[in-house]
């Protein structure tokens, strides 16, 4: 039962063209931007399967770079999302790949991303419907189900503990 | 507060005497602790979004950046006032609703996902098409969505509503069946009859694959769309004739879950097969993928 609402259904209110591609990316985008506490200063993004395939035209990138900067899913700024990210000096690049080995589901990213000495590595997959869920937090399993009528920032702020602070060799320990 | 099935959707609506539409606020209404006027009034500003959407794109004639679609939602409304149209005027102001409501998608406009943005046509088709035509009150389409969602949360929890993971049968597949039951509710039908109505739409749409042409959520998704707000209308009156579905609804779920399961991974919104690997198909894509980050 992993849809609980009639909004999960009739719903969100959303830029186009796909809840899975573009609203469910976006929710996993503002899940990091929750947890680093805004946005991030550098992402390395890996795409999955289906996402790896159409992510130009469904316009994922967008979203999830849109989503770390805070937009929501209804924001008609995610459009310019990567232009946005680029004048806010936001370095990001993206990676494709065809199975993800964490997790079966064809819409699948990872992030590794980092903001203020902190970094974080997240793996996030949308489901459908705009419905999203993160099931990888720093090295861990987990199964953090994300709908768009929620507050992400009181989603993830139970994990906010698990951020790893950087070492000055770029590698990272627990904090 | 849970509903699993078709079939425990129904015994709850006969056992309270209540619709579809009734039975599901009251769950959204013991699950979330709000109140049924503010779960309400954010259903009707979803309503009004639609209504926007639909203002909006049914005037505008300009293409997608990818140049593959736009413009059609003006063409159909042109031919629809001026013309007698073969399919009548609630299957044709629906169907130029729903292309205007998808093409704006397309644009990265503003739309309501129903079950999903791919399939955010077919309900705000089938309801200001029965605004239109009928003078079904605003209130009474707010409980269409209501009715809706009940269909589309059974069958989003029993098999799956994107096409990444169930094809286009799994998108719109689920919008057109939650469409019909909502038009059966709308002019008076009994839950049973609903829900007949969304099993008669699905089991029409079973197998359709998610094959987007490069990737984009225009060719044929916006067609398609189309075609199940006139799936949703002949589904919701046979059923009103009277006619059953004689797979019950919840096997036909099944069936598309297990359709679904099946499908390779090539037709599931990978862009890798069916349309979208046709020579034109292909053409769109190098097109595409030439331009600079491919869009804009």
Redesign the interface.
């Known amino acids: 039962m992993e849809f609980k609402s009639c909004f999960d259904i009739i719903g969100p209110i959303m830029v186009g063209p796909s809840s899975s591609h573009t609203a469910g990316v976006v929710s996993i985008g503002n899940f990091i931007y929750e947890l680093l506490g805004g946005p991030p200063e550098y992402a390395s993004i890996t795409l999955y399967e289906s996402f790896s395939e159409t992510h130009l035209g469904h316009g994922t990138d967008k979203a999830l770079v849109g989503g770390m900067l805070g937009m929501r899913t209804n924001d008609s700024n995610i459009k310019s999302a990567v232009e946005i990210a680029n004048k806010r000096g936001f370095i990001f690049d993206i990676h494709l790949q065809d199975y993800c080995p964490y997790f079966s589901h064809p819409n699948t990213v990872k992030v590794e991303a980092g903001r203020q000495g902190y970094t974080m590595v997240a793996g996030g997959a949308s489901l459908g419907g705009g419905l999203s869920k993160i099931f990888l937090l720093n090295g861990k399993t987990v199964d953090i189900p994300i709908s768009t009528n929620e507050n992400i920032s009181k989603l993830a702020q139970p994990y906010m503990c698990s951020l790893k602070r950087q070492t000055s060799l770029g590698g990272s320990y627990e904090d | 507060m849970?509903i699993?099935s078709m079939k425990e959707l129904i015994q709850q609506c006969e056992e309270e005497g209540k619709t579809i539409s009734e039975v599901?606020?009251d769950m959204?209404v013991e699950?979330?602790g709000k109140t049924h006027e503010a779960?309400i009034d954010?259903?009707t500003?979803?309503l009004q979004?639609m209504k926007d959407t639909i203002d909006l794109g049914i005037q505008d004639p300009s293409s997608s950046p990818?140049g593959i679609s736009g413009g059609d939602a003006l063409r159909v409304n042109e031919y629809v006032k001026k013309e007698s149209i073969l399919s009548g005027n609630y299957i044709g102001d629906a169907m130029s609703f729903s292309i205007a409501t998808s093409e704006?998608?397309?644009?990265?406009?503003?739309?309501?996902?129903?079950?999903?943005?791919?399939a955010?046509g077919v309900?705000p088709g089938v309801l200001f098409s029965l605004h239109k035509n009928d003078n079904t009150p605003f209130e009474k389409l707010v409980e269409g969505?209501?009715t809706?969602?009940?269909l589309?949360?059974v069958i989003?929890?029993r098999s799956?509503?994107?096409?990444?993971?169930g094809g286009c049968q799994?998108e719109v597949g689920s919008a057109t069946a939650?469409a019909a039951g909502a038009i059966v509710e709308l002019k008076g039908g009994s839950p049973e009859q609903a829900v007949h109505a969304a099993a008669i739409a699905l089991k029409s749409l079973l197998g359709l694959v998610c094959d987007?042409v490069?990737?984009?959520?225009?060719v044929p998704c916006i067609k398609r769309n189309v075609m199940g707000t006139a799936i949703a209308f002949s589904a919701a009156d046979l059923s009103l004739a009277g006619v059953k579905s004689r797979i019950p609804c919840d096997e036909v779920i099944k069936a598309m879950y297990d359709i679904g399961s099946e499908m390779p991974?090539t037709l599931?919104?990978?862009?890798?097969g069916g349309l979208a690997a046709t020579e034109t198909g292909q053409q769109v894509k190098e097109r595409?993928?030439k331009k600079k980050?491919?869009?804009e």
């Open positions: 849970k699993e599901m606020l959204e699950n979330s779960l954010k259903m500003a979803r979004q990818s704006s998608n397309a644009k990265m406009g503003i739309i309501v996902a129903t079950p999903t943005a791919g955010a309900l969505l209501f809706a969602s009940a589309g949360y989003a929890n799956f509503i994107s096409g990444a993971a799994a939650m987007p490069a990737g984009l959520v225009e991974r599931k919104e990978t862009a890798l595409m993928f980050g491919g869009f």
